[in-house]
């Protein structure tokens, strides 16, 4: 159960912060530079420090943040949205001292980063009375977590079907079974994206929810900001396909990135998988002496089906939320070399390039600059009848 001052603070999160922050967010979006935030709401920029920073104080006072884990990550969503409100309003004052503290006090007992991820937003955002938390009312914002949390919840179907196949092995015929039900899920998830971009408004994120996402300092580091992959499911199925692995300096630099961002039951589940042969290799060790075996074939193109799935997933987060939410607008009002513009830190090129290499190893296409799938993946092809 959570204190009477972690009630509050949740309270007042799900209530006047959200009336707050879109006051302001429709106000920027009014102004002819819509990122410009200075000089802009000031008696609601106070009330946010004022009335949050009131609330954290009593929680870091009370000195009682043991009520179990659900609570204190619960507890640090809310102080991590209050710090991440003000560091998008940039407003800074001695109350975030006391966010700090108490952010970094729950962040070490709980083994997760000192601000909000993505699940305080989406796989583990608690509704109350049909509404879950948000750091705005606007519309945009409801579709970008309503279909970010289907999403994150349609890889965690596909990956836990997968972990399944492990132990039973791809010749066992209810490893066609599991196969089938992770392509069902990918397939939730394409389908998933393509309304959520299809609905969303281009400008109304870009301005109004992706700003909540920016990196910002908690103590004496900078951490980045959350991001919708930030869970295991995803890179589950990336390492069981085998379209990743987990000795490869590139994709193992994204696991360690992404560890603290996820909560510790998430990253236990990664830890294991990054042991465990892939299903591709499998695939590949069986294919000289059992190619002819109809459980071969049958699994193999439920496999191969598997595979395709997860890169057109990939390869339409890339074209289409990357490119025409992110780098088209950024590009078109001269925003592109802002050092402050992306959530995950590096200028939106370097970002662009590292998210063209994860989308070009899932869907196992050929590159010269690094190693991927794509002939193993053209070899087990070739083997199908």
């Known amino acids: 159960m959570s204190t009477a001052n972690a009630l509050r603070l949740d309270s007042w999160i799900r209530g006047e912060f959200r009336e707050l922050n879109t006051e302001l967010e429709n106000a920027y979006f009014q102004r002819e530079d819509r990122a410009d935030v200075t000089q802009i709401g000031d008696e609601a920029k106070l009330e946010i420090l004022a009335r949050g920073g009131e609330l954290v104080a009593a929680l870091l006072a009370e000195g009682n943040t043991d009520e179990g884990f659900e609570a204190g990550f619960s507890l640090l969503g809310d102080v991590g949205l209050f710090m991440a409100a003000c560091r998008r309003h940039e407003i800074d004052d001695p109350p975030m001292r006391a966010a700090h503290a108490l952010a970094m006090q729950l962040g070490a007992s709980l083994g997760v980063a000192p601000r909000f991820a993505s699940a305080h937003l989406e796989t583990h955002n608690r509704a109350v009375d049909g509404t879950y938390k948000t750091f705005t009312t606007l519309e945009a914002e409801r579709l970008f977590l309503d279909y970010n949390t289907r999403g994150a919840l349609g890889y965690i179907r596909a990956a836990e079907a997968l972990r399944h196949c492990i132990p039973l092995g791809v010749s066992h015929p209810v490893a066609a079974d599991m196969l089938r039900a992770a392509a069902e899920a990918l397939r939730d998830v394409w389908a998933s994206n393509a309304e959520l971009f299809e609905s969303l408004d281009v400008d ?69 998988c990054m ?56 590009g078109r009002d001269a925003m592109s070399s802002r050092a402050d513009l992306t959530a995950s830190g590096p200028p939106l090129p370097v970002l662009l390039d590292a998210l063209q290499k994860l989308a070009d190893l899932r869907a196992a296409r050929p590159r010269v600059d690094m190693l991927t799938r794509h002939d193993d993946v053209m070899r087990l092809r070739e083997a199908l009848q």
């Not at 890179?235 to 990135?257: E, H, W």
């Open 204 to 272: 109304r994120f870009f301005y109004s929810v992706r700003p909540y996402y920016k990196p910002h300092q908690v103590g004496l580091r900078e951490y980045r900001g959350a991001n919708a992959g930030d869970f295991a499911g995803i890179n589950v199925i990336d390492l069981l396909l085998g379209l990743c692995r987990a000795d490869s300096p590139y994709y193992s630099q994204i696991l360690v990135d992404k560890f603290l961002f996820m909560r510790p039951d998430d990253q236990l589940v990664l830890r294991d």
């Open 275 to 330: 042991r465990l042969p892939s299903l591709m290799d499998e695939f590949l060790a069986a294919l000289p002496k059992y190619r002819d075996r109809d459980w071969f074939q049958r699994n193999l193109k439920l496999f191969l089906e598997v595979c395709d799935l997860h890169g057109q997933t990939a390869v339409q987060h890339h074209e289409q939320l990357v490119a025409r939410f992110i780098e088209a607008p950024a």
